[in-house]
């Protein structure tokens, strides 16, 4: 059961009218604890990537790291896809399989930069619950009109731009 609007204090209640642009009902507020609850989760991207980001990686432990990586990249949310993505850019040479990760990386990108402008609708947490993070800001924008990226369109982040434009991660100042 979803927590009682009246266990809230004044200033959430006000937050949360802000963010749903209308008063919270309690099965909004039951949706938002478990989207937090979610992304409490420890996600698999973070424990795939830490071993397999050195770049003295010998032909084996590369070939299951781009494995692993590969189902991460499949995962529903956006943090395991941008994570996976930005690693196997990196282990895969420059070529065709190089080129089609950077693209997916560019997608996932523009997703993530127009889910911060994705309203909340009634059903939207729920979708995001029942689909994955993507799907649901796939399906906003899908809607709206806004997928995919547009032809040449670049994140702002000179990291993501890097990847993208080179495959491989912006040089920086010693």
Known sequence: DAMPASCLDAATLDGLRTVFGRPATARDIADLDAMTMERAEWTPAH?????????GLDDATRRHCIA????VATGDTLIDQLVALSALIRLHPAGVAQDALRERYR?????????????????????????????????????????PAPDGWLPAGPDARALIVTGRPAERAH
């Open 47 to 55: 424990a795939a990537v830490s071993g397999c980001v050195d770049p």
């Open 68 to 71: 692993l990586l590969g189902r």
């Open 107 to 147: 997608q996932v990108q523009w997703l993530g930069e127009q889910g911060a402008t994705v309203p909340p609708d009634a059903g939207f947490i729920a979708r995001r619950i029942a689909d994955g993070e993507v799907a649901a800001i796939r399906g906003v924008l899908q809607a709206r009109g806004d997928w």
